[in-house]
């Protein structure tokens, strides 16, 4: 099989989805306390690094995409419930999968353009969405830590469970 761009990102795209979906069901079974509970991280609770998740990824697709800039700061809470955030993150994470699923090939090695605080940017999609996706590594790890201070319990997250479970979702993808 060759691999591609494409198949990557679709790979991380569903990734995104089927993670997201094991911490939501960890932070479902939380109280409401513990959603809000400050656990010393940067977005302190779990409610707020959720929700600046959802803003990050909200900005780097209207980038992606060449809309007009919403203007949300980063850390910025749209969302005051975990129920609510979670709907807008599911409808965001189905945009992101839709967009990849309609590049071609050659797509990802066009540049972007964009303004981020007056400064303007081009940069490969490909390596935008490299960064994009690492981006949510890094925060879903943190709400990983949150989860676990709360709870004692560990979730397995590791991409490669993924790629043994679901390879047919990105290997077998249509150039």
């Known amino acids: 099989m ?12 569903h990734y995104n989805q089927w993670v997201s979906t094991k911490l939501y069901i960890a932070i479902q079974a ?13 977005f302190k609770s779990i409610l ?12 780097w697709l209207e980038r992606i995409c060449g809309y007009q800039p919403s203007g949300y700061a980063l850390d910025e809470v749209l969302y005051s419930n975990v129920e609510d955030c979670i709907q807008a993150r ?25 303004i981020r605080r007056d400064q303007r940017y ?5 390596e935008v969405l490299a960064h994009v996706f ?32 679901y390879a047919k979702l990105y290997r077998t993808a249509h150039l």
């Open 48 to 59: 707020h690094m959720m929700n600046h998740l959802y803003v990050g990824d909200v900005l």
């Open 2 to 13: 060759p691999y591609s761009f494409k198949n990557h990102y679709l790979m991380f795209a």
């Open 134 to 165: 690492n981006h949510q590594s890094h925060h879903r790890g943190q709400l990983h830590a949150m989860i676990y201070q709360l709870t004692g319990v560990s979730l397995e997250l590791d991409l490669i469970y993924f790629q043994r479970a």
């Open 122 to 126: 081009c940069e490969p999609l490909a």
């Open 30 to 42: 939380l109280s409401t306390e513990q959603q809000k509970q400050d656990c010393g991280a940067y």
């Open 90 to 114: 599911r409808a965001h994470d189905l945009r992101l999968l839709e967009h990849i699923q309609s590049l071609s090939e050659s797509a990802f090695t066009q540049d972007i353009h964009y």
